[in-house]
């Protein structure tokens, strides 16, 4: 699995949100992207979903262009922003009703992965009810409950208490080791480099920088 972005560049009302981006991403890595708000750390999550389309450029997974030979990737996993889920059905309906879409996994795998992010797949609150937390554990649990090759986590780690945490990390992990390319935005720059094999720094559309994260020449 490889996904190649090539001088994909976005505007948007005359403002450039992406500039001239290249990247080549690899499977059975996690990549961290590092940069302020409004620094096209999103934007870039988006594009490689094919939520957006370029004003100029491609996004190529496996030989296939995003917007031309496919619309979406073949297998993502996406928690981008806040998750959204259907309020009066239970976090277990929520995750049964999104795998009802393509059918490629039954009730054991969303019980399995309720329970791998730290939730009870027979709790009978309703969504609305969820805490912040909760919420984003469910979302957490929709990105990953597939396995897919790709997964965007956009600031995977918000409101989720220290057991959560290493409950994602070691999430993050089994994905690398069975060869998905995990893409993730943190604003919490160690909890990011743990998280990472590689961060990406981006600035004002454009990539500045990449390290690895056992580099010395991480900003520590």
């Known amino acids: 699995m490889k996904i190649e ?3 994909y560049t976005k505007v948007i009302r005359g403002v450039t949100i992406l500039d ?5 991403l690899e499977s059975g890595k996690c990549y961290g992207l590092k940069g302020k708000n409004g620094s096209g750390k999103t934007m870039l999550m988006r594009a490689v979903c094919g939520l957006i389309q370029p004003t ?10 995003l917007g031309k030979d496919i619309s979406f990737p073949r297998s993502v996993g996406v928690l981008i922003e806040n998750p959204a889920f259907i309020a009066n059905y239970t976090g ?3 995750l049964e009703l999104l ?7 039954g009730k054991e795998k969303i019980r399995e992965t309720i329970l791998e992010v730290g939730l009870d797949p027979d709790d009978k609150r309703k969504y609305r009810k969820y805490s912040l937390g909760m919420k ?3 979302g957490i649990a929709s990105a990953f409950m597939e396995d897919p090759d790709i997964i965007i ?3 995977p780690i918000n409101a989720i208490d220290e057991s959560g945490v ?3 990390k070691d999430m993050i992990q089994r994905a690398k080791e069975r060869g998905a390319i995990l893409i993730t935005a943190c604003h919490d720059a160690e909890e990011l480099e743990l998280l990472s094999d590689e961060i990406i720094h981006i600035s004002e559309g454009r990539v500045v920088n990449r390290v690895e994260t056992n580099d010395e020449t991480v900003n520590r």
């Open 5 to 7: 972005i090539h001088d």
């Open 153 to 155: 986590l956009d600031e």
């Open 99 to 105: 795998a009802s879409i393509q059918h490629r996994i």
């Open 136 to 138: 984003q554990k469910l």
């Open 166 to 168: 290493a409950k994602v």
């Open 56 to 65: 100029k450029g491609t996004v190529t997974i496996d030989g296939e262009v």
């Open 20 to 24: 001239n981006v290249n990247l080549t």
């Open 92 to 94: 277990y309906k929520n």
